[in-house]
């Protein structure tokens, strides 16, 4: 589900004539200045431009994939993870599983202290564990479905015990799961910490205004040395990222992210911005309701994955600037698997001879759901060119993408397709059973696969050994791909623009910018 | 006495008058809201969503009680001053729209300003010398005004005066109270962009019944009397078209802030165009139901208001 583009509200016409004005206007602008590398400046408040209002502020109760980089800010997590491979390394918190069903964390200092000054010890990773758990407001509560119980072992440390073994855990408790919010706040505000966030995090919260903007600034007795550099942040919500380019341009804000690689060459040719870019989980691929005809038949789905030309499909929709998806994970990941990569290469006359096998020699028409943003509509074209080469006539209706998703995985089970994305997971068995198990939501069709699947989707979960997990990964992905209860067509690049005063910032892996680094030079 | 009388009469029936037009425009949202597909608990259990999730969510925001019950806690929550949260970002309405508002009513009063500073003269100017090349020069120039559409102009008119020379901020709007001049310094720019059209309207609608007016026998009497054509124009003239130029006006002000939507996303103005498109786009009801009820509202006030003035420039509606 692609929720982070979900309040990009993009108007066609209008952001096409604005790329061509805005880049006459742009190429007018001299060159920056250049900064001579140096250690890291503390203070300065930075102007971020976000592309969505957050869905909420409470880790727990909001929902949107686009709230990430609102929350990293306000909420340090227990684990976090590498930024180039999303491994998992600790947070707040250090991991160890003394037996499969029990995984124990222990908090790397005794002087964390949520922003209200009350202490973030064991007794408030318990409470946030079981709030996050079984509140009845929890969005994460599927999170944490192997969780029995917490207990507090010392003022450091906790001991989790497990219903089954869940290797995902420490990854999960770097995402939403694990981002420990004040149980003084909690308990004083109900559901108003909606709205006025207490963390640990390293900047502290000041105000949100729907819409408009988030103001954070400097949490004092933040637990990590000299963190963080920067005295305040504030993220501005601009929905249009032609116009949050051109904030960027105008150097009237910092940083926008999350833009789209049309806007590349404009990026690239204002001299007074630094752009950045880098893979991501976020995958542009095609939903299958395979528990009905015609894409019950696995011929028929593996056909689609041999028409479509990715690297030409990567070329035309996203310039150039992404990478060819052949599963649901892109190269750089630790769990990469290169034989199945290599399952579906461009074989049209392939595709042709399966479909035929499958009872369809002249063919067949399928129905698409879609989204009808620009970038969306290109994403459509281009695939359905690509599979009337082989005959499939792809039948595309496009509306908003909570009216089109809806229709899709919800109860009306409209469309035997849905070209849209997935946003990506810490951890891949995350990914893989939100989007093949039996019954899940993501899973139009909610059938099993197969039994094999669903065995190995919770072997995945059984050891914490990333070579054990590897494998099991390989073989998900194996009968995934084989199957082809999904066409992966391309991984999103992370496109950030930034002025040149913006220093030391990283894009990530997981597609969701963490600020943590990132200084302001003078 | 009695004029007193009827003057209250007639405020009161206007009053009374716009209580069903708010109940209709709401309903009329609202099912329009409920029955285009879309469903804001898909949203709201996000990206993790499961079908038991969702189906808690609907419980949990009264999303599952049939739809007449819906709008009929909405509507008795609003009789009473309440106009509830964004189910979305749990904002109350009341806090959103009135930090919004003055936004929008900042811009489209500047935009209304100057599409009268242009376009009366312009449309004087016309009218003055009907068929005559600087009639027919001002008249395509007041239909290039209506026929650019406002995000172009806007777009234009950043990339020249924002971002090659830095006069103008590209985005953004800070409130009036805050600031005055920073304020009016970012809402030039959009006021603008709004305001093209306007000015065109404005401009070809006074030419029209002033040129009308001044073909009229009572005009040609007015000559044959001897009396000055300035005077014609100024005294006779502007005061028989004031009425036109009223509705005109009225018109363009209730136009004017619905245009501003575009105008809003092109800027990045936290107003009641980005407020509305929003909610309805994640079919957050409260929030559109707010924008509505705040938008019908103002628009009647408006009519309201012209409807009294006519009654001061025209004497004719006071009997």
Request: hydrophobic share 45%; glycine share 6%.
């Amino acid at each position: 589900m692609s929720e982070d583009t979900k309040d990009t509200i993009v108007i066609s016409r209008r952001d096409l004539l604005l790329a061509a004005l805005s880049g006459a206007a742009l190429s007018a602008v001299p060159g920056g200045l250049a900064h001579a590398q140096a250690a890291p400046r503390r203070g300065g408040v930075i102007r971020i431009v976000a592309p969505a209002n957050p869905s909420s502020l409470d880790p727990a109760t909001g929902g949107a994939g686009s709230d990430h980089s609102t929350l990293w800010p306000i909420y340090d997590t227990l684990t976090e993870w590498d930024y180039q491979t999303l491994k998992v390394v600790p947070g707040m918190a250090e991991w160890s599983t003394p037996d499969p069903q029990t995984l124990v964390l222990k908090l790397r200092s005794d002087k964390i202290v949520f922003h209200d000054g009350t202490p973030m010890d064991a007794e408030a990773v318990k409470f946030n564990l079981e709030r996050n758990r079984a509140d009845s407001r929890s969005n994460v509560k599927a999170d944490l479905g192997s969780v029995v119980s917490v207990e507090v072992v010392s003022p450091t440390e906790v001991r989790i015990k497990l219903s089954q073994p869940d290797a995902a855990l420490p990854a999960i408790l770097s995402d939403r799961a694990g981002m420990m919010i004040s149980p003084k706040a909690v308990k004083e505000l109900g559901a108003e910490s909606d709205r006025k966030p207490v963390g640990a995090g390293p900047w502290k919260f000041v105000s949100w205004t729907d819409n408009d903007k988030v103001v954070l600034t400097r949490h004092e007795k933040y637990w990590k040395p000299n963190r963080p550099y920067l005295d305040g942040m504030e993220v501005l919500i601009i929905p249009d990222q032609a116009t949050a380019l051109r904030s960027v341009t105008s150097e009237q804000n910092h940083l926008a992210y999350n833009l789209s690689p049309r806007y590349k060459p404009l990026a690239d040719r204002a001299k007074n911005l630094t752009v950045s870019t880098g893979p991501t989980l976020y995958c542009f691929q095609i939903y299958f309701n395979y528990s009905r005809a015609p894409l019950d038949n696995p011929k028929v789905r593996q056909a689609i994955n041999l028409a479509i030309d990715r690297p030409a499909f990567v070329k035309a929709t996203q310039g150039g600037l992404g990478e060819a998806a052949y599963m649901l994970l892109p190269s750089s990941h630790w769990a990469y698997d290169k034989q199945v990569a290599a399952l579906y290469p461009y074989d049209p006359a392939h595709a042709k001879k399966l479909l035929a096998e499958a009872g369809f020699p002249n063919g067949l028409e399928i129905s698409f759901g879609g989204y009808n943003d620009q970038d969306s509509v290109r994403r459509a074209e281009v695939v359905m060119e690509m599979l009337r080469k082989v005959g499939i006539n792809a039948k595309f209706t496009n509306g908003s993408i909570a009216e089109i998703s809806g229709q899709f995985f919800g109860n009306e089970k409209k469309f035997d397709a849905l070209l849209s994305a997935w946003t990506g997971r810490p951890d891949p068995s995350m990914t893989y059973s939100l989007g093949f198990a039996k019954g899940a939501y993501y899973n139009a069709g909610r059938s099993e696969a197969s039994p094999e699947l669903s065995a190995l989707l919770k072997e995945s979960r059984l050891k914490e050994d990333p070579e054990f997990r590897k494998a099991v990964f390989a073989k998900i992905q194996h009968i995934v791909m084989e199957q082809a209860l999904v066409a992966p067509l391309a991984f999103r690049y992370e496109l950030v623009a930034a002025t040149k005063q913006v220093k030391d910032f990283r894009p990530n892996l997981l597609g969701k910018p963490k600020f943590n680094d990132v200084w302001l030079a003078s | 006495m009695a004029t007193q009388a009827r003057k209250w009469e007639f405020v009161w029936r206007r009053l009374l008058q716009t209580l069903p037009v708010i109940v209709f425009a709401t309903f009329v949202v609202f099912a329009l809201l409920k029955l285009v597909p879309g469903d804001i608990a898909l949203t709201l259990a996000g990206d993790n969503a499961t079908e038991q999730r969702i189906a808690e969510i609907r419980h949990l925001y009264g999303l599952d009680r049939p739809f007449l019950v819906q709008y009929g806690s909405w509507l008795w929550k609003a009789v009473h001053g309440d106009l509830s949260v964004s189910l979305l970002s749990g904002e109350p309405v009341l806090t959103s729209i009135l930090r919004s508002l003055p936004n929008t009513l900042l811009i489209v009063a500047i935009a209304l300003l100057l599409a009268l500073l242009a376009g009366i003269p312009l449309g004087i100017g016309a009218a003055s010398r009907p068929g005559s090349l600087l009639d027919r020069g001002l008249m395509t120039f007041a239909s290039l005004g209506v026929a650019v559409p406002n995000f172009w102009l806007a777009m234009i008119l950043v990339s020249m005066f924002a971002l090659e020379r830095n006069w103008f901020p590209t985005t953004g709007s800070v409130p009036l109270g805050e600031n005055p001049y920073e304020a009016l310094r970012h809402a030039v720019l959009p006021a603008l962009a709004l305001a093209a059209g306007g000015m065109a309207e404005v401009a070809r609608q006074l030419r029209s019944s002033l040129a009308e007016l001044l073909s009229s026998q009572q005009v040609r009497t007015l000559h044959a009397k001897g009396v000055r054509p300035a005077v014609i124009l100024w005294k006779h003239g502007l005061k028989n078209v004031s009425v036109n130029l009223l509705t005109v006006i009225a018109l363009l002000a209730n136009r004017l802030l619905a245009a501003t939507v575009v105008v809003e996303a092109v800027f990045a103005i936290p107003g009641m165009g980005s407020l509305i498109v929003h909610g309805a786009v994640h079919r957050d009801f409260p929030v559109v139901q707010g924008v509505v009820f705040t938008m019908v509202l103002i628009v009647i006030v408006i009519n309201f208001t012209a409807d009294a003035l006519y009654r001061v420039v025209d004497p004719r509606v006071r009997s």
